[in-house]
């Protein structure tokens, strides 16, 4: 596909190339021979899954890696970068996916760190400069008709916001080539909207980007240029024109993939999960949640969507029993189940998906099987009298590694050896192999590969439909509209509104995700 | 991914190759040390290696007698192991060494009963003992959250100074002549079989047994280790965090107080003032050195014993020039490669296995 490719017109040099790159770790090829360029001016999408060496190609690009062969032009020159120091300096900057922002700081301390000027001749200890740089940075917010507070403190500010600042500070050290991690993980869909606005303008100022996702509609919409990247290879690059989903999602794994799950009507039954005015405090002991009413049935996929931070972690720990209520109630299968131990759930049928699977939902240093029965590990048949039975826990783990295609196909191994995929493979092959009547599925494809999302997906379809009551919450609208029956829509702490499935479109909830409900 | 199919001895010597090179490289450190002190000359040098090899193993009953100092630290270099593998950090074995030993001090001279129904009840008495003082700051760890390092480390001087007062007071020996217990009765003393040797050493076999079976053949044991390698998974699995961790500083507590009565009935028959402390710290490198394992403490406690033993011939053949206090130089550089295997396999530019995850099984710091 690439070697057909025609590039764009070369008026000029690349603003930056990287030419046969080879990265390898400890006998894995992170990058074998890739080569990218990024024409002056263009927004160029870097796609694949994760592990598939985006992030290592950005990183020696960035100068934090230095590759074992291969060259980096900038502008036509080729250079060696030593640390991002030496990248800054060639004009190329990274916004990371986690804010690199001090929270304290204002938002004009934020930009100028590290860069700052002083007044007077006192070095290190001088007053520092505060007017010029705030003019530089008002002319360059004003270039782009952004408005940002500059004496706001960044902590107060929303996500959305933040990264807008990270931008500005990348421009105030004289960026010309923007490297963007995964910039839309944290933000609504309106705020990615604006921010796609924000980076065309950037690019009509003369501005090359380059950005680093995994998401196949946002980089449609975005990109000039998309390459894709599979095992440490470069697949190919094309025109978005030229592209459609499922043709760049099979450049990705590198099989046909059918990203729509069929998903039979189901009549919803009795409900098997009912809060009532739910309060949950966070670790601040402020209201996380803030009366929350739900009600999931038999049967029925009901999706929590909403912007991260707004609560759905500290409900589903309440849910699970691993945070109590502040205040409110908690029905699970018709029974008052308020304030219940996790273990007094499980029993009951609630089986759950966590949101950190590497902290909540294996062991790392135990081995596949010893995770197959982390949480019925006492109980027949894995156990006898206080004795645990291994012979049955193989049985169990193979049986499950089957089932779910679990590689490798190994119950001693390791479960911290496992792919991000295999893992969550893992957690769902065990949640649901105990005939529960309830699951709470948090992010159960986040970092997880596209193959892994297809088999999660069915499974939970296929849990449905066998009179399963979902909640399913996640922060990939994507995957609250494929799979849900009703869609729940947290803002700050509270249900805004619940939409059945026919009734929500993107924007509404684009809206609703944002605050702002219709009237 | 990880080659499945590996064979199981090279999994054992993989986990055997460390400890070998930290020991192997420790003792090579003392060469010029020694050889120093010894204005090189190298005769010298091998008479006093010959000293520490015959003090250790070949002069007669050595070998029984190293066994015999490595008893106390296999009792303390297991209950160290029992904490690490559930995620405690122990340092409180000393305090726990010294209650259980003054408990089954006290049953042993105070109350008199029948052969082997004596001995059996200090011991249990020296193993509640020590899991008391262990359950202290188990508790507070569970209930308030104050780490259990700082709380052991005090209840160390609880206990050092408690002894020092019940020996001195209502335990003292009625003779005004001697600072120390009476002899426990003739009923109470665990015999000896071969020399100095005592039965103390089966006990100890059975007790590296019981730790090995409890943690990995019991739901409670996986329970215990859950809560050692991940506590958020082991709440989320359901296990009771609070109540597991007061039950594994327990029974480390009781490992190490039931150490502290068989060294009673087995060895002293009577307690001083200021006894022995030291077990309890040595058991921090006897613990790491025996990767946790049950097996690996017993050879590493008898590794210790050797050291400790073997040192005291070394000082008399190197005319006194050489000091033994050198094998806490072995000791201390032990302890810091076990601690920190990476400084080994720089030196030996070993490559961690692919398939091995870097596990931080020492202890989780301060959180």
Redesign the interface.
Known sequence: MSASLSPLPALSHPALEAVEITKRF??VVANDAVSFSLEPGEIHVLLGENGAGKSTLMNILYGLQKPDQGEIWVGGKAVRLDGPKDAIQQGVVMVHQHFMLVPVFTVLENIVLGVEQTRGQWGQLGVLERAKPARQIQALADQLSLQVDLNAKVGELPVGVQQKVEIIKALYRGARILILDEPTAVLTPTEATELFELLRRLTQQGLSIVLITHKLKECLAIADRISVMRQGKMVGTVYPQQASESLLAEMMVGRKVILQVEKPLMQAGAPVLQTRRLVVWDDRHQPAVNGVDLTVCAGEILGIAGVQGNGQTELSEAL???RSPAQGQIDILGQDQTGA??????EQGLA?V?E?RG????????SLA?NAV??T??QPPF?KK???RPGAIARQATQLIQEFDI??A?P???A??LSGGNQQKLIMARELSRGAKLLIACQPTRGVDIGAIELIHRRIIAARNQGMGVLLISSELDEILALSDRIAVMYQGKVLETLAIAEATRERLGCLMAGMVQS | MADVKQKPFITIGRQLITPLLAIATAMLITVPIIGFTLNWDWAKVAVTYGGLLDGALFKQYAFANTLVSAIPLMFTGLALALGFRTGVFNIGASGQFLMGATCAVFVGYAIPLPPLIHPLVALIAGAIGGGLWGAIPGFLKARFGSHEVINTIMLNYLAFFLQDWLVKNPMKDPSPTIVRTPEILATAIIPRFYDRLHWGLAIALMAAYGVGWLLSKTTFGFELRTVGSSPEAARYAGMKIGRLTVLSLTLSGALAGLGGAVQILGVDRAMPVLYSSDYGFDAIPVALLGQNQPIGVLLAAVLFGALRNGSDVMQLRSGGAVSKEVIFIVQAVILLFVAAPAIVRWIYRLKLPKSQLETAPLTRGWG
């Open positions: 400890s006998g699970t029993g691993l131990s996790p273990r007094q759930l499980i759950h966590p950190d902290k909540n939902g294996i062991v790392k240093t135990y010893d982390l949480c590990y006492y156990a206080g004795l645990i590689r490798p190994n001693r191994v390791l911290g050896s």
